[in-house]
């Protein structure tokens, strides 16, 4: 994993998974997030600003996207992998061409409550998610499925203070 990102540039632009409330409370996200739902919704509008769906945060070209990790949770981890890759990754993607510039014109956040049921593969820089409910413990390969191959250029949001801390999120620069 690359070294962890000490400025704010994932408040406005790229795709990033955050965890921490304070941040997003800080950009006035919790009152304007939209769930997953909306979010595939949206995508049926045509990413059409004046949607029902639409809804930025913060006044930014920013949105928070609640529901992943309950979707995840839900289904068998194969098939979340799958989902991830045939389902969500092409929505996020026409996203960032549509509302984003191609992906440097604003940012997409998903807020995953629970930090601690991420894993980092040390030898590769892969992402795992750590299923919970029916499937509790299984891991899902997260990186491939939101950053598809470029979750080598994944960084950590800080601020981290040691080396167990968790930071934010992570961040990815471009959307594609």
């Known amino acids: ?38 979010f595939f919704l949206w995508n049926a509008d045509d990413w059409r600003e004046d949607s029902t769906h639409a809804r930025f945060s913060g006044g930014a070209r920013r949105i928070v996207v609640a529901g992943l990790e309950a979707a995840l949770d839900c289904m068998e981890p194969e098939a979340a992998e799958e989902w991830m890759a045939q389902q969500l990754l092409p929505v996020i993607n026409r996203c960032a061409e549509i509302l984003f510039e191609g992906g440097t014109g604003g940012a997409l956040l998903f807020w995953m409550v629970k930090h601690d049921r991420f894993r980092v593969k040390l030898e590769n820089g892969e992402i795992l998610w750590t299923c919970d409910g029916e499937h509790r413990d299984r891991k899902i390969l997260f990186s491939h499925g939101l950053w598809n191959g470029a979750y080598r250029d994944v960084q950590r949001i800080a601020p981290l203070r040691t080396e167990t801390e968790p930071g934010l999120g992570f961040y990815l620069q471009r959307i594609s």
């Open 1 to 38: 994993m690359n070294p962890p990102l000490t400025d704010d540039v994932w408040k406005r632009k790229g795709i990033s998974v955050l965890w921490d409330v304070a941040g997003l409370a800080s950009l006035g996200s919790l009152q304007t997030a939209i769930s997953l739902r909306e």
